[in-house]
């Protein structure tokens, strides 16, 4: 066994089918009274579901959360939010709603539930990433980590195929990643392993019966487990190409994590061929670049950068903003070597 430190897990979580009615009960445990509940404009409803439900315990709903989690945004749901007599913050939603939550409880510090109701796996880490005049800048601070993640699996059984297909690829990356971390420790590598098993398992169910009960349990536990990863150890390549992909091309985020992992894999193989090893396991297939291209195939997801709206010319751009600052990877980034990857996912061929 190589040496290893384990930080511990991130957040307290609540998982199971109906769990949506213990939001109230979390909310006492942190001993908090009132509560904004924050969505998107499509999620608003679910949203005030909860905020009745709450009764005298909701303060109010913000639903304006989008993607990328704008500063102006935040600093008018910030107004908002000052003049609601609240104590805490309960998030409905995917990455774009938990992004919001962040950046509130980086300014008010005030505790967070979040329910996702997707598979991005946001709501395990202390990260946001918030866009200003376009630029997207990351930070990571302890008060942006959610106090309590409640997992309803109910809620994902109306996440569309196509959304489910790309977020749920987009948390196997954080899986991924995690295995070949510099930091990587033995529980978030069976944390890791686990993930992808679940998650291979239950999208192609999901995609034939997107209201398969315990496919769609399976793959929220495999997306927690995912953004457990996400939370606790580093992400290399694939993660920094898809922040550059995402910021300098305004790509969807989900959509460019599918198309580009299984070439950010490809390109790591023969430099990590332990953790090639274990995703190949947990995909059940021979190769681990291979396999996870032909789970998104067969997922109908997008397999191509082209697809996505990217410009062709963008793919030296992407290649050299992907060396330009060093970061821990399996295999030493090459400008070259990274152009090809792009090049591949840019035409949606398979991964070499
Ligand atoms: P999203 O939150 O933007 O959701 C996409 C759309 O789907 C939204 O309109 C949303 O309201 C809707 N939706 C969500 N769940 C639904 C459901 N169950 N049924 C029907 N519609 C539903 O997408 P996402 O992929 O979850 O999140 C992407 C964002 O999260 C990006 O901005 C990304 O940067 C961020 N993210 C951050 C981290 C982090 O650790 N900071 C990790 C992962 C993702």
């Not at 939010?81 to 409905?92: F, K, P, Y």
């Not at 487990?225 to 390549?237: P, S, Y």
Request: with cysteine; glycine share 10%; aromatic share 4%.
């Amino acid at each position: 066994m190589e040496p290893f430190r384990f930080p511990g897990l991130p957040a307290r979580v609540v998982f199971g089918h109906g769990t949506l009615a213990q939001v109230g009960d979390e909310m006492a445990r942190l001993g908090r009274r009132r509560a904004v509940v924050l969505a998107t404009p499509p999620q608003r409803g679910q949203a005030e579901a909860l905020a009745a439900h709450l009764g005298e315990r909701a303060a109010g709903v913000i639903a304006e959360a989008t993607m990328h989690t704008p500063v102006a945004v935040t600093e008018g749901a910030l107004a908002r939010l000052r003049t609601l007599d609240a104590d805490c913050l309960v998030a409905v939603g995917g990455g774009s709603t938990t992004g919001l939550s962040k950046a509130l409880a980086l300014r008010t510090d005030l505790d967070q539930i979040v329910v996702p109701t997707t598979y991005a796996g946001s709501e395990m880490t202390p990260i946001v990433g918030e866009t200003r005049d376009g630029i997207k800048t990351t930070q990571t601070s302890d008060r942006i980590r959610p106090e309590v993640v409640v997992y309803d699996v109910d809620l994902t059984l109306g996440l569309p195929v196509p959304m489910s297909a790309t977020s749920g690829m987009n948390a196997i990356a954080h899986a991924v990643e995690a295995l070949y971390a510099e930091d990587r420790n033995p529980i978030v590598s069976l944390m890791a392993e686990e993930a992808i098993r679940a998650l291979a398992r239950a999208l192609p169910a999901i995609a034939a019966d997107p209201r398969d009960r315990a496919a769609r349990s399976d793959a929220l536990y495999g997306a927690w487990l995912a953004g457990a990863c996400l939370g606790t150890v580093g992400m290399a390549l694939h993660h920094k190409l898809c922040h550059v992909l995402g910021g300098t091309f305004d790509l969807p985020h989900a959509e460019t994590h599918t198309v580009v992992l299984p070439h950010a894999v490809a390109y790591n193989a023969l430099a990590a061929p332990e953790a090639m090893g274990r995703i190949a396991r947990a995909l059940g297939a021979e190769d681990a670049a291979q396999g996870l291209y032909d789970l998104a195939r067969g997922l109908g997801a997008p397999t191509a950068l082209a697809g996505l709206g990217m410009p062709e010319a963008g793919i030296e751009r992407a290649a050299e903003a992907a060396v330009a600052s060093p970061y821990p990877n399996p295999r030493p980034l090459a400008r070259e070597g990274i152009r090809r990857l792009l090049d591949n996912a840019y035409h949606g061929r398979r991964p070499d």
